[in-house]
């Protein structure tokens, strides 16, 4: 490797004067001029010396397709995502009840949260199992999959109400909470976190993501989008995702070989994300390799987070990195900027350890690395034709795709719903990704034999999660149970009309149950049975018969 004008017959003199780096000089990452590699078939940068076993780690024999993804949702004793959901779910729902049982608040007698007994952990994870389902079997809403219609019986999915009524899906869908609302700061206030609401099982998947498989020597950082097209502050749009072009942008660190995803950083827009002198690609890189400096990885990422400051940065923390660059940053050979090139000529300079490069194909590229060499190589191109490219980019190509390699896998069977709040399209997401990550794990540990392919490990991880699950006798008792309660209430209390609060109109329940087109709502109900009630006939037949209807 030649980085100075000494180093023999590669190199050539700098075509730059000391007046064009002055900008390059003011910043921190000016390192000397640029030189040219005057053969750059024979110019070679040093490989790096990756030493690290790579793969899964902490997975054995015998282990079941729910064991594997288990270990993603299990930390230590203290952070397991399946206790988090059920403490927070049960916590939220027993805030929600008590918030609308107190007047002037009106509980309506149908209402889903006077049937809410508490979610276990059993039935957690069969919910989770069925939401996993639903990206299986693709529906535009959640009801449809608990519909029945006799004219169209070859859409319908009878198996989901047999494990879960559709009730009790939407109440545990509608309280599903992963944190304590109570317990966050508000906006504007020292703390606040606007994922606050997920943050707690995005921690965890990161840190059980890291300790389940070890990188190989090739990573790529890249952005991937979560679907949402609702009103949010961290709501972004990005038009070179053709699967979500509006949605929530991850920051991902991947492994190029298998695509497993070993970390994700949510962005949270540029109020509340720690800012950089040398810009934003350049600090999504720098956080998520940080666990990883000094182990002779090699990055790969695309034009938005290179520039010589983040590549000389990273190298000297023990990491090397190939990306594609605007061959106008701060910092690049000015003669990359001014001198016009010629379709199939290339340009290599190099300084200190890092090689530009400017490449004229179909259109000029120009390329940022540290390792590799910039002679031209044989290879074929996606319609299968013989070409001839630089190894670098050769390099660039191929393990460039780690990010886009896990989101396809992730698409295959995540659900698409548009209804959701962001942090549960993130939650949802989040879960799919650890399916994801899971089947790569259970795919590449060697003890495993006659291995399932993607779509027949998630059928199975989902009929585990599910596992002896159903709601059954359980809902009957459930149903059941508050009804006699009620109604021994309503017929041996004391109970006298009032007006409704703050004007509000009920239907006389009556009424309703006798003529149910009579649309009329009235004033008075009774406060302590909760329902709506014409104030002579109606009040008096439903507080002295069983059947009033």
């Known amino acids: 490797m030649a980085n100075n004008s000494d180093s023999g017959s590669d190199v050539d003199a700098s075509d730059e004067d000391v007046s064009d780096l002055e900008s390059e000089e003011e910043a921190a990452f000016f390192r000397g001029p640029w030189f040219s590699v005057v053969d750059p078939q024979t110019f070679q940068l040093p490989e ?4 690290e ?29 399946i206790d988090i959901l059920v403490r927070e779910t049960n916590r939220y729902a027993d805030q929600k009840i008590a918030q609308k049982s107190r007047p002037p608040r009106i509980l309506g007698p149908h209402s889903r949260f006077r049937n809410w007994v508490p979610v276990t952990s059993d039935e957690m994870l069969a919910f989770i199992g069925i939401v996993l389902s639903m990206g299986i079997v693709k529906k535009p809403t ?32 509608q309280f599903l ?12 206030e020292e703390g606040y976190d606007p994922l606050h609401k997920i943050s707690p099982v995005i921690n965890i998947l990161n840190e059980t993501f890291g300790k389940n498989y070890s990188l190989n020597q090739d990573v790529c950082v890249d952005e991937r989008m979560v679907g949402f097209k609702g009103r949010h502050q961290l709501k972004q749009y990005i038009s070179n995702k053709k699967a979500h072009r509006w949605g929530i942008k991850l920051w991902v660190l991947s492994d190029s070989i298998t695509g497993y995803t070993h970390h994700i950083n949510v962005y949270k827009g540029r109020r509340n994300e720690r800012r950089s002198p040398n810009g934003q690609g350049y600090q999504a890189v720098m956080d998520l390799m940080e666990p990883h400096f000094y182990k002779d990885h090699h990055v790969t990422y695309d034009s938005f987070f290179t520039s010589p400051a983040l590549v000389y940065d990273l190298l000297d923390k023990g990491t090397h990195s190939t990306g594609t660059v605007i061959k106008t940053r701060k910092g690049m050979p000015s003669s990359f900027k001014t001198t016009p090139i010629q379709k199939g000529e290339i340009r290599v300079k190099t300084r200190g350890g890092v090689m530009a490069i400017l490449w004229a194909d179909r259109r000029v590229v120009s390329f940022l690395t540290t390792t590799g060499s910039p002679r031209f190589v044989q290879t074929t191109n996606g319609k299968g034709r013989d070409i001839s490219i630089p190894a670098v980019v050769e390099k660039y190509n191929h393990t460039m795709g780690g990010v886009d390699l896990g989101d396809q896998l992730i698409l295959q069977f995540e659900p698409q719903f548009k209804s959701l709040k962001m942090w549960r399209k993130l939650l949802f997401h989040s879960l799919v990704t650890a399916a994801v990550n899971a089947f790569i794990c259970y795919r590449d540990t060697f003890l495993v034999q006659q291995k399932l392919n993607h779509l027949k490990f998630h059928q199975q991880l989902c009929r585990e999660l599910i596992g002896g699950y159903r709601q059954g006798s359980r809902n009957r008792q459930m149903r059941v149970v508050p009804v006699q309660h009620r109604t021994l209430a309503r017929l041996t ?57």
């Not at 282990?63 to 993603?72: C, E, Q, R, T, W």
């Open 493 to 549: 209390e004391r109970h006298f009309p009032s007006v409704i609060p703050e004007g509000k109109r009920k239907k006389c329940v009556v009424c309703a149950g006798n003529d149910r087109f009579k649309k009329t709502r009235i004033q008075w109900w009774c406060q302590d049975c909760e329902v709506g009630l014409c104030v002579d006939r109606c009040f008096r037949l439903y507080h002295t018969r069983i059947h009033f209807k």
């Open 53 to 81: 076993n790579a793969g899964p780690v902490n997975f054995g024999p015998g282990m079941a397709i729910l064991d594997f993804f288990v270990k993603f949702l299990h930390a230590d004793d203290d952070n397991d995502i």
């Open 177 to 188: 909470h992963c944190s304590d609302n109570l317990d966050v700061p508000e906006p504007g």
């Open 142 to 173: 959640f009801e449809s999959y608990w519909e029945s219609n006799p004219r169209a019986w070859s859409f319908e999915t009878p198996n989901f109400g047999k494990i879960m009524s559709r009730n009790r899906f939407q109440a545990i869908l």
């Open 48 to 51: 790096p010396d990756f030493t």
